[in-house]
């Protein structure tokens, strides 16, 4: 089974500011890895899939990037909205993993 | 809209069983692979099963195999979970979640809201 291990566990950032997520695989995924949003009380919902595609209706201010084992979510500049926990997930290999989230909170 | 509606969660002993249902709708249910995929409160997530687009395949984590079984019914847009000889570890919020496409590997989306199972004596 991969192992998804995310970076840092909480990120504390002002609104505005660029917050950079990390995600690392242990052993190469390829592309195979999605970013989710879940925020109190909700379903977590797509942000990413294949490392560096918005899903439908995601604002510009998302990206991310990496191939293989390291991969990076960018939020280039928080909204208030964007206060929640995100994860990534492989699905190069089976089964399919989670990493256990950044929580992003407002500093 | 793409909609995903679970129930069935409730309060349950040890050693007791369940099942949850998925009602879909906003799309064409049997072009896609489902998956359940779990939260205990408080953590992160954990994927439990998938099923195929025609129910011919099915696969499940080893923490729920033998204990748990996934089908659907496509012709009522409908996924279910039958959970037998639970544990207290088995409570989560349980969630059903439309695949990318009828292949097994992919990403999530959209995901149900969830329901909650507690196995509790």
């Known amino acids: 089974e991969i192992v998804m291990t995310q970076s840092p566990a909480t990120l504390s950032v002002s609104p505005g500011e660029r917050a950079t997520l990390s995600c690392r695989a242990s052993?190469?995924?390829?592309?195979?890895l999605a970013w989710y949003q879940q925020k109190p009380g909700q379903a977590p919902r797509l942000l990413i899939y294949?490392?560096?595609t918005r899903a439908t209706g995601i604002p510009a201010r998302f990206s991310g990037s990496g191939s293989g084992t390291e991969f990076t979510l960018t939020i280039s500049s928080l909204q208030s909205e964007d206060f929640a926990v995100y994860y990534c997930?492989?699905?190069?290999?089976?089964?399919?993993?989670f990493g256990g989230g950044t929580k992003v909170e407002i500093k | 809209e793409v909609q995903l509606v679970e129930s069935g969660g409730v309060v349950v002993q040890p050693g007791g069983s369940l099942r949850l249902s998925c009602a879909a709708s906003?799309?064409?249910?049997?072009?896609?692979?489902m998956h359940w995929v779990r939260q205990a409160p408080g953590k992160g997530l954990e994927w439990v099963s998938l099923?195929?687009?025609?129910?011919?395949?099915?696969y499940y984590a080893d923490s729920v195999k033998g204990r748990f079984t996934i089908s659907r019914d496509n012709s009522k847009n409908s996924l279910y979970l039958q959970m037998n000889s639970l544990r207290t570890e088995d409570t989560a919020l349980y969630y059903c979640?439309?695949?990318?496409?009828?292949?097994?590997?992919?990403?999530?989306?959209?995901w149900g809201q969830g329901t909650l199972v507690t196995v509790s004596s």
């Open positions: 979640a439309k695949a990318s496409g009828p292949q097994q590997h992919g990403w999530f989306d959209p």
């Open positions: 906003g799309f064409t249910f049997d072009d896609y692979t």
């Open positions: 099923i195929s687009w025609d129910g011919g395949s099915t």
């Open positions: 052993q190469s995924v390829s592309s195979n």
């Open positions: 294949g490392a560096s």
């Open positions: 997930q492989q699905y190069n290999n089976w089964p399919q993993t």
